[in-house]
């Protein structure tokens, strides 16, 4: 149980288009979704938390108008990089966290690649 | 200002060795710990948590955390380790001034190699 996918696992673009990417909970319905960057040999940081019908909270420096954040559904999460950049390219990472509590721990999609030419 | 602290990039140690990663933690209210791994090329993966309760707490793959509210400590442990066991380690605590959206604090992460 608990299992989080994310698509695409690997997208190149060229610089100045959009690539969208999508979370799904497979398995549970996720009240909250997380959306990290991580570089190389570095921690996640995080970028926004989405919950399910209201507009993503983002973090300081994270630009909102970029960085395209939708939580429709209690299942899907969507995270769009408008007008990307080569410095846009990094490992990107969803989570989900159930309701029920703030004790749940966040489960964790594979990531996405994302590399801009 | 809440953080956690993971003093070690890089932790070596040889199979069938116990192992520690440390993990240190500053909020303001009691700590809700979570470790996670990330193995290469793979999602993180939970570990084990502390909200209350027993300070030592076991999870998967063999692997416990010891609470310690005096040492503000939440080290990671595995009384023998596999090289398996390879990863990245995180530990996290949750941003108890986030109010109700469930954002945890992350350390830097700590590099664990187990050695044949």
């Known amino acids: ?117 | 200002a809440q953080s956690v602290a993971q003093p070690e990039d890089q932790v070596n140690v040889a199979e069938g060795n116990p192992l520690t990663v440390k993990c240190t933690y500053s909020v303001s209210g009691n700590p809700y710990l979570f470790w996670y791994v990330q193995y290469p090329n793979r999602g993180l993966q939970f570990l084990l948590k502390y909200i209350t309760g027993d300070n030592l707490v076991k999870g998967s793959y063999g692997f416990e955390a010891e609470f310690n509210k005096s040492q503000t400590s939440f080290h990671l442990k595995k009384p023998s380790a596999l090289v398996s066991d390879s990863a990245l380690y995180f530990c996290a605590v949750r941003d108890l001034q986030a109010g109700n959206n469930r954002k945890l604090i992350w350390g830097l992460g700590t590099s664990l190699a187990v050695n044949p």
């Open chain 1, 1 to 117: 149980g608990a299992v989080v996918s994310q698509h695409p696992s690997r997208v190149i673009c060229k610089s100045g288009t959009s690539v969208k990417i999508e979370c799904r909970s497979l398995d549970f319905q996720a009240t909250t979704m997380f959306w990290y960057r991580q570089f190389p040999k570095q921690s996640l940081m995080l970028m926004a938390t989405s919950n399910e019908g209201s507009k993503a909270t983002y973090e300081q420096g994270v630009e909102k108008d970029k960085f395209l954040i939708n939580h429709a559904s209690l299942t899907l999460s969507t995270l769009t990089v408008t007008s990307a950049h080569p410095e846009d390219s990094s490992f990107y990472i969803c989570s989900a966290s159930t309701s029920g509590g703030l004790y749940n721990e966040q489960f964790f999609g594979p990531g996405t690649r994302l590399t801009v030419l």
